[in-house]
């Protein structure tokens, strides 16, 4: 079970999705959370807790419900740490609500910006003893394939890397393909598409 106070903010954010979707011209696309189904949400943690995963980096955290899902897992390490970049000031504002309201606020590194630049500063400022144990990629879908070969240096092996929106919306799949194809080129890579909710592209980072 998840603490109360998690799963209201998780459920409060839920009802907002559904109602994006059933609505999708009475909020502004700004507005938008555009977060992973629940059942990702689910995937992802048990896979976080069960391997005991520390350290991880998202790309797109909109209002922050992936980064929840992701923060909750690790909340029982001693040094679990998650950075989590976006773009949109509004958004990283109603983040910082759910995580402070979640208590998850200590957790969670949130980083300002367009997301390769950032990654590229993360990049910098890491030592190779501060690989990520997990990276979530959700931002434009255009730049996938550029996100994954800019974090693949900076994951562990034994280390994985998710991506969101692999199977829908079916617009986005021109894009998805194409990182889909990319990645199962990478001899150190062992990945695999998920069709739960949007459609998960998982893949493991051999050695
Ligand atoms: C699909 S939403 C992320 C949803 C979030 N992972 C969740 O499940 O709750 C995509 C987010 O990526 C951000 N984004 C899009 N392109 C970006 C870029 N180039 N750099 C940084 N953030 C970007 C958007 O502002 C948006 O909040």
């Known amino acids: 079970m998840l603490g109360s106070k998690i799963e209201n903010i998780l459920r409060k954010m839920e009802k907002q999705e559904k109602f994006e979707q059933e609505n999708?011209?009475?909020?502004?696309?700004?507005?938008?959370?555009?977060?992973?189904?629940?059942?990702?949400?689910?995937?992802?943690?048990?896979?976080?807790?069960?391997?005991?995963?520390?350290?991880?980096?998202?790309?797109?955290?909109?209002?922050?419900?992936?980064?929840?899902?992701?923060?909750?897992?690790?909340s029982n390490q001693k040094d679990g740490k998650i950075i989590t970049i976006d773009q949109d000031k509004n958004k990283i504002e109603r983040a910082k609500r759910n995580f402070v309201q979640g208590g998850?606020?200590?957790?969670?590194?949130?980083?300002?910006?367009?997301?390769?630049?950032?990654?590229?500063?993360?990049n910098v400022e890491k030592s190779s003893a501060e690989l990520f144990d997990f990276v979530f990629i959700d931002a434009d879908k255009e730049r996938y394939i550029q996100y994954f070969d800019a974090v693949l240096p900076m994951v562990k092996p034994g280390g994985f890397i998710g991506a969101d929106n692999i199977l829908f919306p079916e617009r986005f799949q021109r894009?998805?393909?194409?990182?889909?194809?990319?990645?199962?080129?990478?001899?150190?890579?062992?990945?695999?598409?998920?069709p739960i909710d949007n459609g998960e592209e998982l893949s493991l980072k051999l050695y």
Request: charged share 20%; net charge positive.
């Open 104 to 122: 998850l606020y200590d957790l969670i590194e949130i980083r300002h910006g367009d997301a390769l630049e950032v990654l590229s500063q993360i």
């Open 24 to 74: 999708p011209y009475k909020i502004p696309n700004s507005e938008k959370l555009l977060s992973i189904g629940r059942n990702t949400g689910i995937f992802y943690n048990i896979l976080l807790k069960s391997k005991n995963v520390k350290r991880i980096l998202e790309i797109g955290m909109s209002a922050g419900y992936s980064t929840m899902w992701f923060a909750e897992a690790i």
């Open 175 to 194: 894009f998805t393909r194409s990182y889909v194809e990319h990645v199962q080129k990478i001899p150190n890579i062992r990945t695999v598409t998920i």
